[in-house]
């Protein structure tokens, strides 16, 4: 019995001091050595615990429960799970991203069909119809029309020559209410904790911007945008604005703007092109990809890229509040007083990745990004760009909405540095 005892005290000593708090100290890195800047690292269990890396990748975490897992997330790279239980040094922890290409652009070589060359337009069409019927089917099987919650935390990064302008980590719960009857789902999103950092030169341009000091004639063009409408949206919530039974019910029945074709021995990539040209002046391409399962017609990954394109031949003069508006995004640059828009050029690319639970397919992760420059008649350009990840912990079916004063509250911190 003693013996028994004392291995009982030892075990509880053990866990005890498992779940003392410790402090993390460590950095991340690409798979050269170098340092990633603005990943983010959290608990897994408790994810509003967390903090994002500096310049040089490193970081500093207050862990209450030393046996908890750290996650660690960045657009572009395989996210990574650290199992504190097993790491040896908590002062030197070093954690290394693998690249991942988070779209699926996909790039496939197709082997001349000695078979297709005899068949005509009309036979291939109809085995793409086949096709993306069989894929439809599936999709119908795979998403069932009820309610989805995804536990989420999701990193919002946005960038103005190259400089970080906004951070905002958001953590809470996104619901799919996954009606049919509108055009499109609805998504609620209820927020726990929201973590924000602004540049302080681009904040201190909007705060000085004020449209009273502005005529109506050049107030004329702004006053068409509903502001109050998008102060209500959360730009996170466009990682989540893809209805993969939506998208692929309402083109599907549109055969000569898809391509089927064979990827490996187990994937089957649907692509979907969609194109609005005026040559000279602006170009517009929508692509949709799907990489389904060439046995089962599952979906594995959904993917959009949109790219866009605008050339004003004699440019187009801003109005002095317009101007006002780009400087804000300039960051103290001085070269556009007199701005003169000739041309816009942009993409942006969206994807989601599932995983399969029980009998349906489930939100592993959701990505966005988004990058491009404007540009006057000297040629100066100004660039952006913005990325979003959005990765799910957990998922539960079959839920209920959430009410208006449910959805209201969470917890802001205001951040003074990326870091926090």
Partial sequence: ???????LALFLMAAQFSAIAVDIEGVVLDETGKGLAYASVYLKH??????????????????????????????????????????KSFKSLRITMKKKSIFLN???????????????????????????????????????VHNMKHRVV?????????????????????????????????????MDLRKHYVNKTFKGAAESYNPNDFSKKDLKHLNKVDVEQLKKMDPHKIAWDLDVQRVFKHYMKDVKHW??????????????????????????????VFAVDKYSYSVKTVSERVSAELNIPFGYKLTDA????????ALDRDD?????????????NRNSIYRREGDQLV???????????????KDNKLKFGSKIKSKVLSVESGVKPYSAAQLKGGKVQYLDTPKY
């Avoid at 556009?336 to 942006?348: E, M, P």
């Fill in 1 to 7: 019995m003693k013996i028994k005892h004392i291995i």
């Fill in 336 to 348: 556009f007083d007199k701005y003169r828009l000739k041309g816009f050029k942009g993409t942006s």
């Fill in 322 to 329: 317009e101007l006002a508006i780009l400087n804000i995004f």
């Fill in 106 to 144: 996909e790039v496939v070589v197709q082997v001349p069909d000695k078979k297709n060359k005899k068949k005509s337009k009309k036979e291939l069409r109809a085995e793409t119809q086949a096709m993306l019927q069989k894929v439809y089917d599936r999709i119908v099987v795979d998403f069932p």
């Fill in 46 to 87: 408790t994810p509003d615990v967390g903090t994002i890396t500096d310049a040089n990748g490193r970081f500093q975490l207050t862990v209450p429960n030393a046996r908890d897992s750290l996650i660690v997330t960045l657009v572009g790279y395989q996210t990574v799970y650290v199992n504190l239980s097993k790491v």
């Fill in 363 to 377: 939100v592993d992760e959701r990505n966005f990004t988004a990058d491009g420059y404007i540009v006057d008649n």
């Fill in 154 to 190: 999701s990193d919002l990064t946005a960038l103005s020559e190259g400089q970080v302008v906004l951070f905002d980590e958001w953590i809470g719960d996104i619901v799919e209410l996954r009606d049919y009857r509108g055009m499109r789902d609805s998504i609620q999103m209820k």
């Fill in 259 to 288: 391509t089927v074709v064979e990827k490996d021995n187990n994937t089957i990539v649907l692509t979907l092109t969609l194109t609005n040209k005026l040559p000279g002046i602006y170009s517009l391409v929508r692509k949709l």
